[in-house]
């Protein structure tokens, strides 16, 4: 607006509507969750809330209902749909250390095994306080799992160690993989909100395994799955070579004739560059 240059709002694949149906307040995870807690939940009855709460016209371009059979949800992801089975969702989100895996372990003779349990049974004793985003306890965790351990789950040893203080009595809730996941996430999230950010794309140049062949259909499906051709798009529709008017100066100062652009190089001065170029 200040140089006066006509532009245009730049149109951008959004993935929230995506983000929302799965880690929203009422999503996929939310609703894994409170299923799990539940002693007589079910697959099936998941499925039903699933469909209940978020077969709506709202989300119709993200959560669909699969023509043929009634065991799974389709999520419309950004690289392409996917539809997922809800048979054994439950058991695998409850899933957790059986106590007779620990007592074998605990009993182990191996130095190695020995120090990595006591690592981990360290962690949860030095854990930090819960994250202020991270899921309680008794939201997150699983009643209807009997199974339990002393194992910090990945991410969340801090649910583990608030566990230590529970009033006498009361029954060890394990966190569900679904939380598990959720606050990895959050804490990923941090990290990068605090650091310069550097992606790598690994793409998978052809099945066959084979060193120097490339399969064009197989790297430009990769490319845009994972965001580079848009990413590109965008850039170029945001012009992202951006100079300082110096830089321009410097560069196009032979389009000026005699008159330099470096001794009054401004945003007006830059605009005129650009005519004089344009009219040649």
Not at 57 to 77: L, M, Q
Not at 200 to 215: G, L, Q
Request: hydrophobic letters at 35%.
């Amino acid at each position: 607006m200040k140089e006066e240059i006509n532009w245009t709002f730049i149109d951008f694949s959004d993935n929230q509507p995506c983000i929302d149906v799965i880690e929203g307040r009422l999503g996929v995870l939310a609703l894994l969750d409170e299923e799990s807690r539940l002693p007589s939940g079910s697959d099936a009855s998941f499925l039903q809330k699933l469909n209940t709460q978020l077969l709506k016209p709202a989300n119709k371009n993200v959560f669909k209902k699969p023509r043929f059979g009634n065991s799974a949800f389709t999520i419309a992801h950004y690289a392409h749909d996917v539809t997922y089975e809800v048979d054994g969702f439950l058991e695998k989100n409850r899933d957790t250390v059986p106590d007779e895996h620990m007592l074998l372990l605990a009993s182990t003779k191996n130095p190695f095994l020995k120090e990595v349990l006591d690592a981990a049974l360290g962690s949860v004793k030095a854990a930090d306080p819960p994250h202020p985003g991270s899921p309680s306890p008794s939201d997150s965790a699983s009643g209807g799992s009997r199974r339990s351990s002393v194992i910090p789950d990945p991410g969340r040893p801090s649910l583990v160690a608030s566990a230590g203080a529970k009033k006498p009595g009361a029954a060890i809730r394990k966190p569900t993989q679904g939380s598990i996941f959720k606050a990895s996430l959050i804490t990923l999230m941090d990290t990068l909100s605090i650091t310069n950010v550097h992606y790598i794309r690994c793409i998978k140049p052809n099945e066959a395994k084979r060193p120097w062949e490339f399969t064009p259909s197989q790297v430009l499906g990769q490319l845009r799955a994972c965001g580079v051709l848009e990413t590109i798009r965008i850039s170029c529709a945001g012009y992202p070579s951006r100079w300082t008017y110096e830089e321009f100066a410097e560069r196009y100062d032979n389009y000026r004739g005699s008159a330099s652009l470096l001794a009054d190089c401004h945003p007006g001065t830059t605009c005129w560059c650009l005519r004089q170029i344009g009219s040649r």
